[in-house]
């Protein structure tokens, strides 16, 4: 009976273990595109390091505006065209749309950014950033 339960015990940590790196797994790719990307579409004007540009460009990284995720995930996808205030200060050019990144590109841009700069820990998964873009298209359509 003892060993029963010590074979029990070691395979339950052995299942644990081995899901715990699944997800670590999974986070590390998630996150490693999402740099690729952001440094392909968004350093241009967010800067490497994420601080923006002066009054032009707004930064991510520390910015209250990340507060708002669901308009963050949405405006990487479909730009934005109307004043918003970041930290305090008024930015007001638009930011381009992004139809060429799919949701997964927007599932990895959004946990690159989130666990860099927003305090995050997780993972920005492509269902739930799937749900949140259908809901900004129909949103979108006149
Ligand atoms: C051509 C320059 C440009 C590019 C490229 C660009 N942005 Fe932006 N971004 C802006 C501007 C300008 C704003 C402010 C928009 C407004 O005032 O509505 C903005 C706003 C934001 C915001 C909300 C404000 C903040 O700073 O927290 C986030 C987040 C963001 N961009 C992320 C991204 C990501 C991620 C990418 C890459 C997929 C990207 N941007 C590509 C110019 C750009």
Not at 32 to 59: F, M, S
Not at 89 to 105: C, E, G, H, V, Y
Request: charged residues 25%.
């Amino acid at each position: 009976m003892k060993r029963v339960l010590i074979g029990l015990a070691v395979l339950f940590l052995f299942f644990q273990t081995a899901c715990q790196s699944q997800e670590e797994l999974k986070k590390e790719k998630y996150f490693v595109e999402g740099y690729q990307l952001y440094t392909e579409h968004c350093a241009n004007c967010h800067q490497t390091d994420g601080k923006g540009l002066e009054a032009l460009y707004p930064p991510i990284n520390g910015s209250d505006y990340l507060k708002n995720k669901e308009k963050v995930i949405c405006l990487i996808r479909f730009g934005q065209n109307e004043p918003i205030t970041v930290n305090g200060k008024r930015f007001s050019r638009p930011m381009p749309a992004n139809p060429q990144l799919t949701d997964i590109d927007v599932a990895a841009i959004t946990t690159y950014i989130y666990n860099k700069w927003g305090d995050e820990t997780v993972i920005s998964d492509v269902k739930e950033v799937s749900r949140v873009l259908d809901v900004c298209r129909d949103q979108q359509k006149p």
